[in-house]
């Protein structure tokens, strides 16, 4: 996969440049240095006029003041597109087309995509990917059969920590560690905006008394937004999960650093009798001692297709 990327790569950078003599790589295994064409001159050439042509631009450009994603940030320019996009992990996918929802929302208010523009924005995808070398997530590194460590990679570690949450509702219960739903904003509490879809990689929500949250941190798109993997051992190298504190508390910083339009708000809120990022810190260590005692089922995220949303478009309250 990589080695397509890199291909694809320099056939882009010689359509572009008609270089005469091709730089091919030798190896076609490290991708460090040589591409002629990085991800972000890929993005500006070939998937920012998409998003102007097909009018996304049109809709999902603005201030965030309501549950519409303005995914494209707030200004109609190829930098603006560009942080957007690669800021939501919801909408990149992690890099992944499969997850990404900027290719499978689908119809809806705006339109779907072409197939070749589905090809065009896949690709994009899988250079960002091997630029940040994060393609491989937690495969395949040794032979079949053997075991792989799941918290070598930081992918792995998020697999393993979706298989400990999943048995470990009790906790999530007596910790209310979900009591981050019901945390207030400027504009309305947390769940207002990121219960339907979950908006921008993060679901906060109290369907089926918080249990559908529960599911969906289990969920590729949606761990990162309330979890971040951390070294745990330098050699060789390991991941731990721990609360992504300092992403949700940045959030509602936003506005006073002039780094985004996101609702302003306190991460050190008491709501429903915890204060909340300390309630979900103890449900943290919880699963983490879950994980390293070995007491989880084969790490797996939970798969959003099977789950009640069903493909595109439906599943909302
Ligand atoms: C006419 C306005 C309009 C246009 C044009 C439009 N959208 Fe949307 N989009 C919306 C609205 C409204 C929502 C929120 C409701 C929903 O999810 O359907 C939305 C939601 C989305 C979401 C879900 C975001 C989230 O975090 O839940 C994605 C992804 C998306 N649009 C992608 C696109 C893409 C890609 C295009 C261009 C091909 C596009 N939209 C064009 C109005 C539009
Ligand atoms: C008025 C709607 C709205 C409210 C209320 C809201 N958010 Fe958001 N939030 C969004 C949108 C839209 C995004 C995606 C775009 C972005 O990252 O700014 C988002 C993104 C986020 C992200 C980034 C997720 C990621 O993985 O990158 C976090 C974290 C977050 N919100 C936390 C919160 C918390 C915590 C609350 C409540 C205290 C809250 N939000 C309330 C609309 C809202």
Redesign the pocket.
Known sequence: MRTQTLFASVALAMLGACVGGIDMPTGGGSNTGSNDTTARQQFDSTVAP??VS???A???VGPETG???M?LGTANSNDSFYAGITN?R??NGGFRAGAA??LT?GV??????QAADVTTISAWLSAEAAERGDDGGGGSNTGSGTVIQPNLSVRGAEQQWAACMSISQTEYMSTKAYAIADMQTENGRCYSCHE?????GAYWGRNNQYLDMLTKWQEEVFITGAFQAQTQQTSPISYKMLVASNKICSKGKEQDNSSGTHPKFDCNQNVDGVVVLDAMASFATMVQAKADSGACPTPAFVDPSAGSGSGS?SGNP
């Open positions: 998409l998003l097909n009018r996304c049109g809709c999902h549950a519409t994603n995914f939501d919801a909408i929802s900027l929302k809806h208010e705006g339109p779907a995509w339907p879809g979950g908006a921008g478009g």
